[in-house]
């Protein structure tokens, strides 16, 4: 089955991020750090325009170190400003109002040069769903702010959350959607936990983690489920096949799926990136 979003929700969604655009001198580009590139949406890239921008690959403490660290060179090289955070386990984002006042450099000094007193530069948080954007608006308000569900678009009113520094945030995120644009986009946004679990069969979901880990973390697979070298090396359905036997789940396959898919999301399978940086053509 196809994921598909409506036309008109993406066009009041795009609507909605380019009025609130309007309000900021920057954005925060908020992406998974598992998925650096389908956890993107190219619209992004046409919305913001001229506009500065940081990306945060947040969740880098669930991604394989050494990938985090290839795309934020990769995306120097872009000369694109990249952080890789982990929003839920640090209390303090400081390093973001950082970032952001080495990004705006030029325009607050201008203001200092100037003169003017009370300026303010305004940043705003834009990512798919799940990714954590809320989580890193409530971290840096220091407490709960009414940040919007899991809907695209942003809500009418809008706050600012003030930093120690000139900076100020717009306290509701653009919620974008996932752009899915071929199926394997769609199983890697479902194995992250970005999108419904519904919307994929557990078991295309459980054969994909299979074939990736096989593919490029073997030696995971390997210690997770005690496996040898002939294992690894198995089709992936023959692997979960036999999994279900040594899991003595009898034939329930499924339950196999389910359990393979779990694993993943809760580190079982180690930590790992679902986009290599060396596959960008
Ligand atoms: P959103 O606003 O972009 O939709 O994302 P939100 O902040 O709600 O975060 C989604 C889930 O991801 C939350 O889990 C949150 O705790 C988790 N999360 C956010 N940042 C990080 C991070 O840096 N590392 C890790 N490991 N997790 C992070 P949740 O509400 O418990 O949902 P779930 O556990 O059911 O997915």
């Not at 998974?32 to 940081?54: E, T, Y």
């Not at 969740?59 to 090289?77: C, G, I, P, R, V």
Request: charged fraction near 20%.
């Amino acid at each position: 089955a196809t994921i598909q979003w409506y036309p008109g929700h993406m066009n009041k969604a795009k609507n909605q991020i380019q009025e609130h655009l309007k309000l900021v001198d920057a954005v925060l580009e908020i992406r998974d750090a598992r998925l650096p590139l389908s956890s993107a949406n190219p619209v992004l890239d046409q919305l913001i325009q001229s506009k500065k921008r940081i990306i945060i690959l947040n969740k880098q403490d669930l991604a394989d170190s050494s990938q985090t660290k290839k795309w934020q060179e990769y995306l120097h090289q872009q000369q694109i400003m990249s952080l890789a955070i982990d929003a839920q386990h640090t209390n303090h984002l400081q390093i973001i109002v950082q970032a952001l006042e080495k990004l705006m450099a030029a325009k607050l000094q201008k203001f200092r040069r100037s003169g003017v007193k009370n300026y303010t530069i305004r940043a705003m948080c834009i990512g798919i769903p799940n990714v954590g954007k809320s989580t890193i608006l409530n971290k840096l308000a220091g407490k709960n702010v009414a940040v919007t569900g899991n809907r695209p678009g942003v809500t009418k009113n809008q706050n600012w959350i003030k930093t120690k520094s000139q900076i100020e945030l717009l306290d509701t995120p653009g919620v974008l959607w996932p752009k899915i644009d071929d199926q394997t986009v769609g199983l890697k946004l479902a194995l992250s936990g970005a999108i419904k679990d519904s919307l994929v069969s557990a078991m295309d979901l459980a054969i994909f983690a299979l074939e990736y880990w096989q593919h490029y973390y073997s030696p995971q697979l390997q210690a997770a489920y005690h496996l040898n070298n002939t294992d690894v090396t198995l089709s992936s359905d023959k692997l979960l096949i036999k999994l279900t036997q040594q899991f003595g789940f009898k034939d329930d396959y499924e339950r196999t799926a389910l359990k393979i898919i779990q694993d993943v999301r809760k580190g079982v399978l180690g930590r790992y990136t679902l986009d290599m940086v060396n596959e960008i053509e």
